[in-house]
């Protein structure tokens, strides 16, 4: 049961934290709740890896290990920035962008490797990586907000298909 959970859990936990990310950028998620939502999301991305670690040795598997201890230091300096007082978003936002980045270079490296659906790592590669550069530039456009909640949806729809995609192969 471990292991189904872990092949197909993360279809449903990346489109979660994207939403939950877009909320929280919003404020529609109080702080107590992200605080609870980042450490609940500190263990699960422990957990994940240290269970997946011997499957994790080589290919497109490989990459993504890498991106989980990438994001496991991603989340932990996303975490810091909202326990921080005031909050720190110049970090929260080192984090957002970073697990916004982090996975499209892998999603390109998948596509570039697998047989089965290459297009969908690619499309939401590239998705990914447009929709980080929509959240970055939000602070210097007018309408900011619509501009960086785009951003979200676009890495979110991305990165979900991607997700998807892997969960569906496997």
Same mark, same amino acid.
Request: aromatic residues 8%; proline residues 4%.
């Given at each position: 049961?471990?292991?189904?959970?872990?092949?197909?859990?993360? /279809?449903?936990?990346?489109?979660?934290?994207?939403?939950?990310?877009?909320?929280?950028?919003?404020?529609?998620? /109080?702080?107590?709740?992200?605080?609870?939502?980042?450490?609940?999301?500190?263990?699960?991305?422990?957990?994940?890896?240290?269970?997946?670690?011997?499957?994790?040795?080589?290919?497109?598997?490989?990459? =993504?290990?890498?991106?989980?201890?990438?994001?496991?230091?991603?989340?932990?300096?996303?975490?810091?920035?909202?326990?921080?007082?005031?909050?720190?978003?110049?970090?929260?936002?080192?984090?957002?962008?970073? =697990?916004?980045?982090?996975?499209?270079?892998?999603?390109?490296?998948?596509?570039?490797?697998?047989?089965?659906?290459?297009?969908?790592?690619?499309?939401?590669?590239?998705?990914?990586?447009?929709?980080?550069?929509?959240?970055?530039?939000?602070?210097?456009?007018?309408?900011?907000?619509?501009?960086?909640?785009? /951003?979200?949806?676009?890495? /979110?729809?991305?990165?979900?298909?991607?997700?998807?995609?892997?969960?569906?192969?496997?």
């Amino acid at each position: 049961m471990l292991r189904r959970l872990r092949e197909t859990g993360p /279809g449903l936990l990346v489109p979660l934290a994207w939403t939950f990310a877009a909320a929280a950028h919003v404020e529609l998620a /109080g702080l107590e709740a992200v605080r609870i939502g980042m450490v609940v999301m500190d263990v699960l991305l422990v957990a994940f890896t240290l269970l997946s670690w011997r499957d994790m040795q080589e290919g497109v598997l490989l990459a =993504w290990k890498v991106v989980l201890l990438v994001g496991i230091v991603l989340n932990a300096v996303g975490t810091a920035a909202v326990f921080a007082d005031p909050v720190n978003t110049t970090l929260a936002k080192v984090a957002v962008a970073g =697990w916004m980045l982090v996975p499209a270079g892998a999603y390109l490296y998948t596509g570039e490797n697998v047989d089965r659906a290459p297009r969908v790592y690619q499309v939401g590669a590239a998705l990914s990586a447009v929709g980080a550069g929509a959240y970055l530039l939000s602070p210097v456009l007018s309408a900011s907000e619509p501009v960086a909640l785009l /951003g979200f949806a676009l890495v /979110g729809v991305g990165q979900t298909a991607g997700i998807l995609a892997a969960v569906w192969s496997y």
